[in-house]
Each structure stands twice: as structure tokens, then as C-alpha cells.
């Protein structure tokens, strides 16, 4: 039996998880998917389901067939954590060294600080014109994997 908080919260993950910009951007980080939704139901899953969560629950909730044990949701869940707070202490190791303001790196920091507004502004805008939106948020991917391309040096002349 699916209660209607599962059925609540099973929809906004599956939602957001299915977000283009969401996945491309996933594909490149240091989490996997099961980390990064482990992560995303430990931070948000009581706001999703709109009821308080215990870790059973959160294992219920994810996308795996029937969900996951609890043990395997907090194996997960220390994963992912460790691999977030890792990626923060290396953003904070290159703001210490002035490296967030290398021209290399400035164009993430910026696209960092822009993306979700410009998310947003562009659903609104495009309204219910799914290939123009489709269309523009694969063309923000490509500049996304340009710059990428650049920090990486694959576009450099050798």
C-alpha cells in the first residue's frame, strides 16, 4: 500500500531527478546517484513527504525497487556526506588561495551563483513551450560542457 507522503515525496524526487541540467550536472560530481538521492531524502525528505522522516521511512523512499534497508540508507548516506564535505572543503581550499578568482574557474562561480534563478526565469518564460524550453536548457548544457572542456585543458592548444 502506497500512502500518500510516499506517493508526495516519490514524486518530487522523481521530478527533480529528472531534470537535464540536474543529471549533467550529476554525471560530473563526486556523488552517484544513489548518494546524492540518499543525500537529497536525509536533507529534504521530511519537506518532501510533508511528515516528519525516520531513516527507514527515507529508505522506503528511494528509487530502488521497494527502497533499501536502513542499514544500506546510512552506508549511503555516510558516503555521500563524505564525498560532499570533501567537495566543500576543496571549494574552500581554492577560495583560500584566491583560485576561485583564476579566469579558469570564474566562469563556474558564476554559473554556480546564476543557474537555479535562471532555472526558474526560464520555465516561467518559456511557459508551456516544452521545445523551447528544451531546446534552450540543451544549449546552457553545451556552454556547460565547453567550459568544462576549457577547465579540463582537452581545448587548449598544445
Same mark, same amino acid.
Given at each position: 500500500m502506497v500512502t500518500p507522503w510516499k506517493e +508526495? /515525496? !516519490? /514524486?518530487?524526487i522523481r521530478d527533480l531527478l529528472s531534470d537535464p541540467v540536474l543529471r549533467t550536472m550529476l554525471e560530473r560530481s563526486s556523488l552517484t546517484r544513489a548518494q546524492f538521492e540518499t543525500f537529497l531524502l536525509d536533507q529534504m525528505g521530511s519537506e518532501m513527504a $510533508?511528515? !516528519?522522516l525516520n531513516r527507514f521511512e527515507m529508505g522506503l523512499l528511494r528509487r530502488d525497487r521497494g527502497g533499501i534497508t536502513r542499514g544500506s540508507f546510512n552506508r549511503t548516506l555516510k558516503q555521500g556526506r563524505?564525498?560532499?564535505?570533501?567537495s566543500i572543503h576543496t571549494m574552500l581550499l581554492l577560495g583560500y588561495c584566491g583560485l576561485l578568482e583564476s579566469p579558469g574557474l570564474a566562469p563556474f &562561480? $558564476? #554559473?554556480s551563483d546564476r543557474l537555479r534563478s535562471q532555472m526558474e526565469e526560464l520555465r516561467k518564460a518559456t511557459g508551456s513551450d516544452k521545445a523551447l524550453f528544451e531546446k +534552450? &536548457?540543451?544549449?546552457? *548544457? $553545451?556552454? *556547460? $560542457?565547453? /567550459?568544462?572542456? #576549457?577547465l579540463m585543458g582537452w581545448d587548449r592548444d598544445v
Amino acid at each position: 500500500m502506497v500512502t500518500p507522503w510516499k506517493e +508526495t /515525496a !516519490r /514524486a518530487s524526487i522523481r521530478d527533480l531527478l529528472s531534470d537535464p541540467v540536474l543529471r549533467t550536472m550529476l554525471e560530473r560530481s563526486s556523488l552517484t546517484r544513489a548518494q546524492f538521492e540518499t543525500f537529497l531524502l536525509d536533507q529534504m525528505g521530511s519537506e518532501m513527504a $510533508e511528515k !516528519r522522516l525516520n531513516r527507514f521511512e527515507m529508505g522506503l523512499l528511494r528509487r530502488d525497487r521497494g527502497g533499501i534497508t536502513r542499514g544500506s540508507f546510512n552506508r549511503t548516506l555516510k558516503q555521500g556526506r563524505t564525498n560532499v564535505s570533501e567537495s566543500i572543503h576543496t571549494m574552500l581550499l581554492l577560495g583560500y588561495c584566491g583560485l576561485l578568482e583564476s579566469p579558469g574557474l570564474a566562469p563556474f &562561480v $558564476e #554559473a554556480s551563483d546564476r543557474l537555479r534563478s535562471q532555472m526558474e526565469e526560464l520555465r516561467k518564460a518559456t511557459g508551456s513551450d516544452k521545445a523551447l524550453f528544451e531546446k +534552450t &536548457v540543451k544549449q546552457m *548544457l $553545451e556552454d *556547460l $560542457e565547453q /567550459a568544462y572542456h #576549457a577547465l579540463m585543458g582537452w581545448d587548449r592548444d598544445v
